[in-house]
Structure formats: C-alpha cells, structure tokens
C-alpha cells in the first residue's frame, strides 16, 4: 500500500493571508488540530498547527533568552521569533519546512517518518502540491483491513473502486471526505469516521455497493454532528 490508498483527499486548507481567529475557528469548526496553507495555485507553503497559535496567544517565542546564546545564535533568531509571537495572519506563524511525502509513497515508510518526528499527519503532494493527506489514523485504518502481517499491495481493482466511491462522495453535502475515510481490500469497503446521521450512512452504503467490484461494505461510521480530531 502506498500514500494515494489510504490518504484522505479534498484537504481543509488556508491562504497564507488568512487571519489567524479565522484559523482558530475553522480548526474549532472542523475539530482538526492543523491546517495546511497553500498558495493560489495549490502549492504547498507551511502548515499552521493549534500548537502555534497557543505559541502565539502565550508568547512562548519570546522567552528571555540567555546572554552566551544570544552571543553564539542565529541573529535572524529574534526578529523571526518576534514576527510569530505578534503576528496576525498564517505566514507570520506557519511553520514553512513541512515534511511531506508522495503519493508513492510506502505505509511502513509514512509510519517511521510520523514515529521518529512525532507528528500526527504529512501532507501528501504531487510536483509541490497539496493532493492529500496522510494521517496516524489513516494507517490505523489500513493495518486492520489487512490479513496479514506484511501490508499487500492493493490490487488495481480496488484502486479504482476507492476512486470511484471518493468521487462519488465528492458531489454530496453529505458524505464530507473530510470528516470521513474509505479503505478498500480485496472488493471490501471499509467506512471509517463520522457522518450527521443514519441516512447518511445508509447512502454512503448504498454508493458503495452500486460500484461494480464491490463484495461487502463495511461501515465504521459513528453519528455525531461535531467532527471530532481523528486527522
């Protein structure tokens, strides 16, 4: 399995011009904790954490520092810190060095890169833009659809019945890719996430299974009207 199977699409973004209260209240809104910025042509530029504006509300950046590391630091140091604990918008605050990955990217490899850094998700892009995402929980997702204990390739089948059903999803209020994930092993669609009610699931079902290919559906869908953090 690479990146592009289990990657959620259709990412919540932001411009770097975007104020950072309407950030605060679309990582609220959304219940994310952060938030890629990208540029007018989608390219991907930084991504602002809730850990960066609690920096900025706090004023961590500017701790008094002592007097040999202001001797031996980078002179460029201060002025940046000063920038993102009084800035008002994502470029002042966003952290612009992401890691990210490919769409070809290995699962094993995403694993390794979100333990050793200790983040929760990485930006996936294709030729510096933003096409996806790839969360802790996305992987999660996809160890329990496998059946065995090395991660199988996905058969190209099931490639196109992800596909299918994300474009499906695409054109409906109500099957948000944002608050939801699908996995697909073998001709078994697997839901995971949140949706605003029964209906809704029971349409999601429905969707999947009018894909030719599809075997079983198999809804991990709970009913709630605030998306909770699971990105």
Not at 56 to 71: A, I, M, Q, Y
Not at 128 to 139: D, P
Not at 161 to 169: H, T
Request: proline share 4%.
């Amino acid at each position: 399995m690479f990146a592009k199977d289990i990657m959620t699409p259709n990412v919540i973004t932001v411009g770097p011009d975007d104020s950072l209260e309407s950030i605060a209240n679309l990582l609220i809104e959304k219940r994310i904790s952060a938030v890629p910025v990208v540029s007018d042509d989608d390219e991907l530029i930084g991504i602002v954490s809730e850990g960066d504006l609690v920096h900025r509300v706090r004023g961590d950046f500017e701790l008094p520092r002592s007097w040999w590391l202001s001797l031996i630091g980078d002179p460029g140091d201060r002025p940046r810190e000063y920038i993102r604990s009084h800035g008002s918008v994502a470029s002042d605050v966003m952290t612009k060095k992401v890691i990210t990955v490919t769409e070809f990217t290995s699962i094993a490899e995403i694993a390794e890169i979100l333990e050793s850094l200790r983040i929760k998700r990485v930006p996936v892009v294709r030729a510096g833009k933003l096409v996806g995402i790839v969360s802790r929980a996305n992987i999660i997702q996809a160890l329990i659809s496998r059946e065995s204990k090395e991660l199988p390739s996905v058969a190209t089948s099931d490639q196109d019945i992800r596909q299918k059903l994300i474009d499906e999803c695409s054109h409906h209020s109500w099957a948000s890719n944002v608050a939801m994930n699908v996995v697909v092993k073998d001709g078994v669609v697997r839901f995971w996430g949140f949706v605003e009610s029964e209906d809704a699931k029971d349409a999601l079902r429905i969707a999947a299974e009018n894909i030719p290919g599809v075997k079983a559906v198999e809804a991990n869908l709970a009913i709630t009207a605030a998306y909770p953090d699971y990105l």
